[in-house]
């Protein structure tokens, strides 16, 4: 990518890993999305109670012990040996990479607080009931100050605390390959590498690995675009180009994807879901949790840790300007924006603008250009770009069909609980997303029919097609067969 389209989006090349001053989260076309450098995996020695606790924190310690999870004992030792380092978290305030760990930390801290009574009580058989209604002071104070100073909610998130800035590697030189990744954090068994809760993260990081390529290919659609030295044959080769390596992105990211069957199985999934639930839209806090000395005592509400929060799907959300129905399902995934690291948020807006702007759908698919189509070299270009955008959609419906059938295996057959970590409706919400793509492929598949007068886009094309529109009719049997079991209300 050329410097000079940089200052546009904000996005780096060089990702200035030992610049304390930026934000830990700024997007780049080499690690994408996630942190400019490797998480800090030790705190200052001014929070050695804070490191001690996560340490004697999960289930099962990094000893292979019990911990004080284990045995519920975690929200007395909270109360009775954390003191209240709010005035140490400001001695770090000028470090932006520090404070993203100290608000991972302090979220840990905060979510194993107030959801372990929940957690006692499912490993009993029982409903999740009510979780601890408050934080005391010695964690709502640094939360909101961290997260404050770093950029995010005060309470755990996917890219900030529970997965992007959760991994270190075992052997600094052996890079981002996946046998070489290690948690931080954990609630259960995630300090043992090979467990399903290090699985499940891990395999996020794994993915999104990837995301630098993703942005890579966007941001050469859009300067073939903006480029006014190129001609039109020029430009829509290197849109092609830019479209080749946003689709070898995502399959890059859908094959590390499936991969989670066997690194975080299935029946292991609710024994650490617990203590990623949010507290809006969820059943354990129906008047919202109160932060102690913090917005004079009156309750906060914050969604949970969510893979939805990721930033590789609305990425291509926005860039492939795929349509949202207008449903109450759809306000849930735009609250979900806000849940993102900010650096994150500003690109994804700019994205959507110059995406319509610059009409790069209209352009890749010829839809009301003029000349697009003038010669035969022009008509198998542009044959290519309606190929390549149709399976940069394909790439998302896979994404999102493989997450539907995740939340198929791993919660709506292992729990009853009616919403997801971050507080949508387990049934009805990813189907509202998959649904969406699905139309908006099988719509676009017809007007370019239509337009080229039915010109044959080759046998992987109609594959592609015909599992499509079988895909969609199984989606709207199992939503329905699941709303009746459940007896919810169809999307």
Known sequence: MSTSYSPLFGVLDDTKPHDVSLPAFMVSTTRGFLPRMDPITVLPPEFEAVETLLQRMPIWRKSGKPGLLATGELGDTVLEELPDLSKEIEKYRDNLPMMTALYRDYSFLASAFL????????????????????????????????????????????????????????????????????????????????????????????MVKNSGQLVHGVLSCFRARLDSEMDDLQRRRAVNEGLR???????????????????????????????????????????????????????????????????????????????????????????FRDYRPGNHRQFLVQVKEHAKSLRVKDHALGLGIAGCADSDEDRALLKESQTLWLQALDQVRDFRWRHWCFAREYILKQTSHPTATGGSPIVTWLPNQLQAVMEEMMRLNKEIDAMSGGVDLGSEHRDMMDRVERQYDTLRKEVEKYCQERGVGAY
């Not at 909101?144 to 890219?159: D, H, I, Q, S, W």
Request: charge should be negative; proline fraction near 8%.
């Open 115 to 206: 959801l372990e009574p929940c957690h006692m009580r499912f490993l009993k058989g029982e409903p999740y009931g009510l979780g601890r209604p408050f934080l005391p002071t010695q964690l709502s104070r640094p939360i909101v100050r961290c997260a404050e100073l770093a950029g995010f909610k005060p309470f755990m998130e996917y890219a900030g605390s529970y997965a992007l800035f959760n991994y270190r590697l075992e052997n600094p030189n052996a890079g981002l390959e996946y046998s070489n990744l290690r948690l931080i954090r954990a609630f259960e068994r995630g300090l043992d590498h090979e467990s399903s809760e290090a699985g499940f993260v891990l395999v996020h990081i794994d």
């Open 245 to 335: 390596t946003v689709v070898e992105a995502m399959q890059k990211v859908n094959n590390v994807m499936e991969t989670m069957w066997m690194k975080s199985k299935p029946r292991s999934y609710t024994s650490f879901r617990t203590f990623i639930f949010g507290i809006t839209s969820q059943s354990m806090f129906p008047n919202g949790v109160v932060y102690e000395g913090v917005n004079d005592n009156r309750p906060l509400s914050f969604r949970g840790e969510s893979g939805a929060n990721d930033s590789m799907i609305p990425l291509m959300d926005n860039f492939l300007d795929i349509p949202m129905p207008d449903t109450p399902l759809s306000e849930i995934l735009n609250d």
